[in-house]
Each structure stands twice: as structure tokens, then as C-alpha cells.
């Protein structure tokens, strides 16, 4: 009877823990509510509970399961959404392919001066 309580609470702290979450806040580049919707449709993947970008001060908050994702992982999702990040740049080809109005490297752009 002790061995089958004690699978039993082993298998319960693994359930426990493969629920871990984890919160953070990432600068990405954007301008738009374009870029929005982009930002976050590219971490609407397993392991993201849930990601919000805000426009006006370029913090995305994510929460996540850092068994099932990193943060770096995370970072790359933006990337190749297009966007940059506080810790890697989108490839330009990715960037360059963004609406016009996206183009928030572009210091002309008028979604900048929002």
C-alpha cells in the first residue's frame, strides 16, 4: 500500500509541475495595430497561455510554460514574424516584406508618431 501512495504522489508533483507558468515582459519594435495582431498571432503556439503587445509602450506580456517553450524560442516567433526584439532582430527579408506602414524602422513612418 505505501508503494502504490508513493507512485501515486510521484505522479501527481510531475502533473504539478508540467503546470509551471512563467511571466514576462519583452520590447518589441512595432507600429501598428497591424503589427499587433501579428505579434500576437505568431505566439498563438503550445506553451504560450497568452502574449499581449501594447502599441504605445512596445512591452509584450507573456505568460508561458517554460517546460513546453523558452524565451528564447519566443524571441525567435517574433522574429520571423518580422519584429524585433530587445534581444534579436527579424531577418530583413522577413522585415522588409511588412506593409509600409509596419516599416518601424523607418523613422518617417507615420504610425511613429502616435
Given at each position: 500500500?505505501?508503494?502504490?501512495?508513493v507512485?501515486?504522489l510521484?505522479?501527481?508533483?510531475q502533473?504539478?509541475?508540467?503546470?509551471?507558468?512563467?511571466?514576462?515582459?519583452i520590447?518589441?519594435d512595432?507600429v501598428?495595430?497591424?503589427c499587433k495582431?501579428?505579434?500576437e498571432k505568431?505566439?498563438?503556439?503550445p506553451?504560450?497561455?497568452y502574449?499581449?503587445?501594447?502599441?504605445?509602450?512596445?512591452?509584450?506580456?507573456?505568460?508561458?510554460?517554460?517546460?513546453e517553450i523558452?524565451?528564447?524560442?519566443i524571441?525567435?516567433?517574433?522574429?520571423?514574424?518580422?519584429h524585433d526584439?530587445?534581444?534579436?532582430?527579424a531577418?530583413?527579408?522577413?522585415?522588409?516584406?511588412?506593409a509600409?506602414?509596419c516599416?518601424y524602422?523607418?523613422t518617417?513612418?507615420?504610425?511613429r508618431k502616435?
Amino acid at each position: 500500500m505505501k508503494h502504490i501512495a508513493v507512485v501515486f504522489l510521484l505522479i501527481i508533483s510531475q502533473l504539478v509541475s508540467a503546470q509551471k507558468k512563467t511571466e514576462s515582459t519583452i520590447v518589441v519594435d512595432g507600429v501598428c495595430n497591424m503589427c499587433k495582431n501579428r505579434i500576437e498571432k505568431a505566439l498563438d503556439v503550445p506553451g504560450i497561455l497568452y502574449a499581449e503587445w501594447n502599441k504605445k509602450t512596445k512591452h509584450l506580456r507573456v505568460v508561458y510554460r517554460p517546460a513546453e517553450i523558452t524565451l528564447d524560442s519566443i524571441h525567435y516567433l517574433i522574429n520571423q514574424a518580422g519584429h524585433d526584439t530587445e534581444k534579436s532582430k527579424a531577418p530583413d527579408e522577413i522585415y522588409y516584406s511588412l506593409a509600409p506602414c509596419c516599416n518601424y524602422r523607418d523613422t518617417n513612418n507615420i504610425h511613429r508618431k502616435e
